[in-house]
């Protein structure tokens, strides 16, 4: 696909690797809608982003409401003129024991994390098969690939997430509207600083700016997932297939240090 003059809705595109998704593309002559629930941080992202040259618009609205995504989808086509790639990017997560997570904390993982996306996603095909040339990008994690203790609920809602794509990929051959699934690894963002996880317990952070390189190069490569974590990430999902058992070994020697790391770890 060829990106240039492509007219883009990422939600949660203020900060973290939505915002980097949104530079690249940018870069690459995307129109681009952004979208995010604090007024203020928005508007400094889009000042910003237009301070750079690039041709962007922010909607304040909060997806895991149904108002909020018809504010979304409608402020985007009305501003773009319809849509052709819809990246759902925003999430939230509460790490943790699963009986130290309230069930607000839980519900909320699920709303935001599986439930917005799937229900943007819905409302916004009939635009996206519109372009003849539509594309919807997920941003899950490598978590849904190798379930971490202490992000159970997390895990899960990526997984959905993940599976939804694979079932929805299937579902629209040939039908002009491409889904393309995102797995990052610890990346450097909002999202990640109140946990204090680091590499000692497999938390080795990149900057979301590789995260966003490798999802513009799949959209031109018309490829269907970015996997990070290189031959490493590649080694222990193979692994994780053919003998879970020594992952759980290996997760259960790191589980004290982890469980200290990742008990602040919340961004809902």
Do not use: W
């Amino acid at each position: 696909m060829k990106i240039e003059g492509k007219r883009v809705l990422v939600t949660g595109g203020s900060s973290g690797i939505g915002r980097a998704i949104t530079v690249a593309l940018l870069k690459k002559g995307a129109r681009v809608v952004i979208t995010g629930r604090r007024q203020d941080v928005l508007a400094a992202a889009v000042a910003s982003l237009k301070a750079n040259g690039g041709d962007v618009h922010g909607i304040c609205a909060d997806v895991t409401e149904t108002a909020g995504r018809k504010a979304t989808l409608d402020g985007a086509l009305v501003h773009l003129g319809g849509l052709d790639i819809l990246v759902n990017n925003a999430g939230g997560v509460r790490a943790g024991r699963l009986e130290d997570t309230s069930e607000a904390e839980i519900r909320a993982m699920v709303e935001v994390d599986l439930v917005a996306p799937i229900l943007l996603t819905r409302a916004a095909l009939p635009a996206l098969r519109a372009s003849g040339e539509g594309l919807i990008a997920d941003v899950t994690s490598a978590i849904a690939l190798i379930g971490m203790p202490f992000y159970a609920t997390y895990a899960a809602t990526k997984a959905g997430l993940a599976r939804f794509d694979e079932a929805l990929r299937r579902e629209l051959v040939g039908e002009g509207v491409r889904v393309l699934t995102i797995y990052p690894g610890a990346t450097d963002t909002p999202m990640m600083r109140t946990s204090r996880a680091g590499a000692e317990v497999g938390f080795t952070k990149e900057p979301a700016d590789a995260v966003a390189d490798a999802v513009v190069a799949a959209i031109e490569g018309d490829g269907f997932e970015v996997v990070r974590g290189g031959e490493a990430r590649a080694q222990m999902i193979a692994l994780n297939r053919s003998d879970p058992t020594a992952l759980d070994r290996r997760f259960a020697d790191l589980k004290p240090a982890l469980a200290e790391a990742v008990r602040d770890h919340s961004a809902l």
